[in-house]
């Protein structure tokens, strides 16, 4: 009884041959360094650690072109992502042959030396249309590959410190300890579940089934390293990962993290999971209906269809000694009491809970029926996933100098600490010039920068479970845009254009600005004399000539009410775009 060879026959080991501390020496006086993007920092760990076997380093130009057409190496092993490092061309053009660089952690930590003996131009748009089937941008690895360098290094590679990882330290183990404590165990025929999701009882009791009727040994393998925007934290899916494991029967699963940045590239993506699985000593591998599948595509169309990925591990499986276990989409049959595999359950009636509806549950803190999940996964969901009236979130004032985004702000301000319940800080154009950004005038670049910096902290109070009000004049769109997107991808955010129009503003003229603006006193004024780029699609625009601060701020507190950030809108008539606010 043994476990499979790793795949290409040896396991690789990046650490093995040479002597760490004098590369530490070398890399400090000689080496021009390359700080790895988290993606690379994956790449890096699991190539070092061997997960990658038989790689020992990034691709060079003709490995890659191989993978890119026939999905092998040059030497015809099978392999179907490229791997590559990518930098960008005037860090390449400074690089001499030979030369040994430095790859290290954002923090500094050195993790490897590459001694480049191969650069060579990335063919981005040939890489995205045979690797993942499509240039289109709104698969996350083509956007991804569209902010990554132009050419590629490659070169012998030496480990030095392998990347630092304080949580979980437990339950993260490289190939050879899996494979080691599968051996203690006397496991040889495993498969590997591969998630990036929590887990719930469809997947428990899937995973059990495949145990069950192959006698297998169970490792459930979730990826930690970089998966799709908008997923579950892993810190958050990890722990209700170890509540689940209680469940399985003692001594026969096992719980393990992987450090893999992830593509989402759907078939290709299924057989390099298999792979990397095989390095960890597993002869078999759950591939799912849609398995690393990216999303849908601007015109709402799938990438890839739901069994592509089977149908191509399925073809590789013999090649490469993984036997390809297709996921059973199981259905919760009531009258059994019982996961059934869909194509078991006939006439009978069945229930399934969508992924969209269960998160739409936990915003709006639902109850989750009992036979969907186990109660200890959805106490941990429900710590980090709070519904959304117990959410941080950011309104975000825009408008011109006199428009009235302070007061109304203020009124605003006043009116959610009367409410209670969460923390509110107040960010208004001149506080934030005081404290924030002094030393900053208003041309494009200070402007930019210092709607930046409010977007920043912003984002902070957001996460943090606070309420942020912004209210500075943020002239410009895209500058709003990279605010918007900060903020929404931790908690609420909401555009309030202040449109009073520049005439009402001007004769308001409260600080005597636009006087001196027209006197040309003062350069580069807002609407006299700088440009200021009005908001398409705010989420409510506010025209304060013919309306008291007062009326204002309770279309505001309205407009969150129909979003759900605050407790009160059941009833109140809100448009088709509200209501899709309240299932982020
Ligand atoms: S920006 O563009 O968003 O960075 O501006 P902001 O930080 O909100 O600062 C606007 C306040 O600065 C005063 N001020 C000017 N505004 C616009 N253009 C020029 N050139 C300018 N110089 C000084 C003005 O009082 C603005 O305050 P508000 O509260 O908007 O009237």
């Given at each position: 009884m043994?476990?499979?060879?790793?795949h290409?026959?040896?396991?690789?080991n990046?650490?093995?041959?040479h002597?760490?501390?004098?590369?530490?020496?070398?890399a400090?006086?000689?080496?021009?360094?390359?700080t790895?993007t988290?993606?690379?920092?994956?790449?890096?760990?699991?190539?070092?650690?061997?997960?990658?076997?038989?790689?020992?380093?990034f691709?060079?130009?003709?490995?890659?072109?191989?993978?890119?057409?026939?999905?092998?190496?040059?030497?015809?092993?099978?392999?179907?992502m490229?791997?590559?490092?990518?930098?960008?061309?005037?860090?390449?053009?400074?690089?001499?042959?030979?030369?040994?660089?430095?790859?290290?952690?954002?923090?500094g930590l050195l993790?490897?030396?590459?001694q480049?003996?191969?650069?060579?131009?990335?063919?981005k748009?040939?890489?995205?249309?045979?690797?993942?089937?499509?240039?289109?941008?709104a698969?996350?690895?083509?956007?991804a590959?569209?902010?990554?360098?132009?050419?590629?290094?490659?070169?012998?590679?030496l480990?030095?410190?392998?990347?630092?990882?304080?949580?979980f330290?437990?339950?993260?183990?490289?190939?050879?300890?899996?494979?080691a404590?599968?051996?203690?165990?006397?496991?040889?025929?495993?498969?590997?579940f591969?998630t990036r999701?929590?887990?719930?009882?469809?997947?428990?009791?899937?995973?059990k089934r495949?145990?069950e009727?192959?006698g297998?040994?169970?490792?459930?393998?979730?990826?930690?390293?970089?998966?799709?925007?908008?997923?579950?934290?892993?810190?958050?899916?990890?722990?209700c990962?170890?509540?689940v494991m209680?469940?399985?029967?003692?001594?026969?699963?096992?719980?393990?993290?992987?450090?893999?940045?992830?593509?989402?590239?759907?078939?290709?993506?299924?057989?390099?999971?298999?792979?990397?699985?095989?390095?960890y000593?597993?002869?078999?591998?759950?591939?799912?209906?849609?398995?690393a599948?990216?999303?849908?595509?601007?015109?709402?169309?799938?990438?890839?269809?739901?069994y592509?990925?089977?149908?191509?591990?399925?073809?590789?499986?013999?090649?490469?000694?993984?036997?390809?276990?297709?996921f059973?989409?199981?259905?919760?049959?009531?009258?059994?009491?019982?996961?059934?595999?869909?194509?078991e359950?006939?006439?009978?009636?069945?229930?399934?809970?969508s992924?969209?509806?269960?998160?739409?549950?936990?915003a709006?803190?639902?109850?989750?029926?009992e036979?969907?999940?186990?109660?200890?996964?959805?106490k941990e969901?429900r710590k980090?996933?709070k519904p959304?009236?117990?959410?941080?979130f950011?309104?975000f004032f825009?408008?011109?100098?006199?428009?009235?985004?302070?007061?109304v702000?203020?009124?605003?301000?006043?009116?959610?600490?009367?409410?209670?319940?969460?923390?509110?800080?107040?960010?208004?154009?001149d506080?934030?010039?005081?404290?924030?950004?002094s030393?900053?005038?208003?041309s494009?670049?200070?402007?930019?920068?210092?709607?930046?910096r409010i977007?920043?902290?912003?984002?902070?109070?957001?996460?943090?479970?606070?309420?942020?009000?912004?209210?500075p004049?943020?002239?410009y769109?895209?500058?709003?845009?990279?605010?918007r997107?900060?903020?929404?991808?931790?908690?609420?955010?909401?555009?309030?254009?202040?449109?009073?129009?520049?005439?009402?503003?001007?004769?308001r003229?409260?600080?005597?600005?636009?006087?001196?603006?027209?006197a040309?006193?003062i350069?580069?004024?807002?609407?006299?004399?700088?440009?200021?780029?009005?908001?398409?699609?705010?989420?409510?625009?506010?025209?304060?000539?013919?309306?008291?601060?007062?009326?204002a701020?309770?279309k505001?507190?309205?407009?969150?009410?129909?979003?759900?950030?605050?407790?009160?809108?059941?009833?109140?008539?809100?448009?088709?775009?509200?209501?899709?606010s309240?299932q982020?």
């Amino acid at each position: 009884m043994t476990l499979v060879k790793p795949h290409g026959g040896t396991l690789v080991n990046g650490y093995a041959g040479h002597n760490a501390s004098e590369l530490k020496t070398i890399a400090a006086v000689h080496s021009k360094t390359v700080t790895l993007t988290r993606k690379q920092l994956c790449d890096v760990e699991m190539i070092l650690n061997g997960a990658f076997s038989p790689l020992t380093t990034f691709m060079n130009e003709a490995d890659y072109t191989s993978v890119l057409h026939d999905m092998r190496l040059s030497d015809g092993t099978v392999w179907p992502m490229p791997i590559c490092l990518d930098v960008s061309e005037e860090f390449a053009a400074s690089i001499e042959m030979g030369e040994r660089i430095a790859l290290r952690d954002h923090e500094g930590l050195l993790i490897g030396l590459l001694q480049v003996d191969e650069k060579f131009k990335a063919d981005k748009a040939r890489e995205a249309e045979l690797v993942f089937g499509t240039t289109s941008t709104a698969h996350p690895a083509v956007a991804a590959m569209q902010e990554e360098g132009a050419v590629y290094l490659s070169g012998e590679l030496l480990g030095v410190d392998a990347p630092a990882h304080y949580d979980f330290a437990h339950i993260r183990r490289t190939p050879a300890e899996v494979r080691a404590e599968f051996e203690e165990k006397g496991w040889s025929d495993v498969v590997a579940f591969q998630t990036r999701n929590p887990m719930h009882r469809a997947h428990f009791e899937l995973t059990k089934r495949a145990m069950e009727e192959d006698g297998l040994n169970l490792l459930v393998h979730p990826v930690v390293g970089v998966t799709k925007p908008g997923d579950i934290d892993y810190f958050t899916r990890t722990r209700c990962y170890e509540h689940v494991m209680e469940n399985y029967p003692e001594g026969e699963a096992m719980l393990s993290l992987l450090p893999l940045a992830m593509r989402m590239g759907g078939p290709r993506e299924a057989l390099w999971h298999a792979i990397i699985r095989k390095n960890y000593g597993c002869n078999h591998f759950i591939v799912g209906r849609d398995h690393a599948g990216p999303g849908k595509d601007e015109n709402g169309q799938d990438f890839y269809g739901p069994y592509d990925a089977q149908d191509l591990v399925r073809e590789y499986a013999e090649e490469i000694g993984v036997t390809m276990v297709p996921f059973q989409e199981m259905l919760y049959v009531p009258s059994e009491h019982a996961y059934i595999p869909r194509d078991e359950v006939g006439e009978r009636e069945s229930e399934n809970i969508s992924g969209t509806a269960f998160r739409k549950m936990l915003a709006e803190g639902a109850h989750v029926p009992e036979w969907f999940s186990f109660p200890e996964v959805l106490k941990e969901l429900r710590k980090t996933m709070k519904p959304l009236h117990e959410r941080g979130f950011t309104v975000f004032f825009t408008g011109l100098s006199g428009s009235g985004k302070s007061t109304v702000a203020n009124a605003l301000l006043n009116k959610f600490m009367e409410m209670g319940g969460r923390s509110v800080t107040l960010l208004d154009g001149d506080i934030v010039r005081t404290h924030l950004s002094s030393e900053l005038g208003f041309s494009k670049e200070h402007r930019e920068i210092n709607i930046t910096r409010i977007g920043f902290v912003a984002s902070e109070i957001t996460k943090a479970g606070g309420i942020a009000l912004c209210a500075p004049i943020a002239p410009y769109a895209s500058t709003r845009a990279t605010v918007r997107d900060m903020i929404s991808s931790v908690g609420g955010f909401l555009e309030v254009h202040i449109s009073t129009p520049l005439e009402v503003c001007e004769q308001r003229d409260r600080k005597g600005l636009y006087a001196k603006a027209r006197a040309g006193i003062i350069k580069n004024f807002t609407g006299i004399s700088d440009p200021y780029e009005a908001p398409k699609n705010p989420e409510l625009a506010i025209d304060t000539s013919g309306l008291q601060p007062d009326e204002a701020a309770d279309k505001i507190i309205a407009e969150l009410k129909c979003m759900g950030y605050i407790l009160g809108g059941e009833g109140a008539e809100c448009s088709p775009e509200e209501q899709a606010s309240q299932q982020a």
